[in-house]
């Protein structure tokens, strides 16, 4: 049982990481400035680290027994 559910939140929190990460780096902003380019971001990084404790998590329960 532990290993069907670790394997679960392992999988939601890989495809969270993913997701999310994917959104976070299409809201980098980057400019020029004095020949040096200059990325901004204006994304939430909260849901990528939420992704990331779930899928820690899924892991443990999957390898415990």
Known sequence: MNQT????LSIAGLI???FFGYQYMADTESF???GADIAVST???VPIVISLIVLVIGLFLYRTK
């Not at 559910?5 to 679960?8: E, L, P």
């Open 32 to 34: 020029s400035l004095f």
């Open 16 to 18: 969270g990481i993913i």
């Open 43 to 45: 994304g939430d990084v």
């Open 5 to 8: 559910i670790g394997g679960i």
